[in-house]
């Protein structure tokens, strides 16, 4: 087993560098069609950070492991309400933005009920199945709201938040590389995606069945948590730096995307068998998300203070729990 965990770091390693080369790939070229720097902040780098989700669904769809599509998909959104927040929190107050708290947070948690109707409307004897046209449904809601966002976002008037976009992209050195760079970054992006994915799943699988643990509780627990850290660390660095105005309406967006369009791309290449502890997740994740608004409203000044945040991580750790 030690062999399957290290594997699994390994990973991880692998998904996360790999995204990063492929995002650095597509903004060079982004550059050189003269792209805005905004527009390849809230297009290219936005969707690069669900890259290791993409690929670890599109080779768990493939091998047949929609409890980890879909564990997965939960758990990381339970991850970062709870433990991305409530970390970031502990170190810097966390500021919940009225355009968030008011917009963002209800279609969050309208996708927590999609998700939880179509789950639920077709069975195939006591499971509930996502058929490949609901899947379909599911990548139409991904686009409807990324073309909302970037509509959104050219609307805002507030500068402070085009400064923040502007410097998250200048901070990855954009400038237009050679095309040799851009080939080999783009090779080595696709191949660290690749056998990232593949080696998460595999030996994810593995260790499911060697402990007699079900695939739906290592996607919700390891393989969730694993591809949550990027969020994690972006979360603390932020804390440090003082700049945390923008991460609950980052990690907002993020689980919106990852519910529509992992479920979605995972179910229309192959449909996905619903487990009846998802109901609960689900559950759990619309009332933690309803609490995350309640904050907003009766909080002081609109942030998750630091006490707040120890409770997040407090509940994470009974979520865990409760699941084992």
Known sequence: MVLEIILIVVGFILLIKGADLLVRAATSIAKRFNLSEMLIGLTIVAIGTSLPEIFITITSS???????????????CV?????????TSLIRPVKLEKRIENVHLPISIF?????????????????????????????????????????EEKKIKDKELDDEILKEVEEMEIKSKSVGIIILYTILGLLGLKYGADFVVDNAVLIAQSLG??????GTTIVALGTALPEIVTGIISA?????????????????????????????????FFDAQFNRSL???????????????????????????????FLY????????
């Open 213 to 218: 643990w079900s695939e739906s509780f290592i």
């Open 240 to 272: 440090r730096r003082g700049e945390t105005d923008l991460l609950l309406g980052n990690i907002t967006g993020s689980n919106i995307v990852n519910l529509c369009l992992l479920i979605g791309l995972g179910a229309s290449i192959s449909p996905l």
């Open 317 to 324: 750790v009974l979520y865990i729990w409760s699941m084992i």
């Open 111 to 151: 996708a927590m009920i999609l998700i939880l109707f179509l789950g639920n409307t077709e069975k195939l004897g006591e499971v509930g199945v996502i058929s490949k046209w609901q899947g379909v449904i599911l990548l139409l809601c991904t686009v409807i709201y990324i073309l909302y966002t970037i509509y």
């Open 79 to 87: 991850c970062n309400f709870l433990l991305v927040i409530g970390l």
């Open 283 to 313: 559950l759990i994740l619309i009332a933690v998300t309803i609490v995350l608004q309640l904050i907003g409203i009766f909080s002081k000044n609109s942030k998750v203070n630091r006490p707040t945040g120890a409770i997040l991580i």
């Open 62 to 76: 493939f091998d047949g492991h929609s409890d980890l599509i879909i564990g997965n998909s939960i758990g990381s």
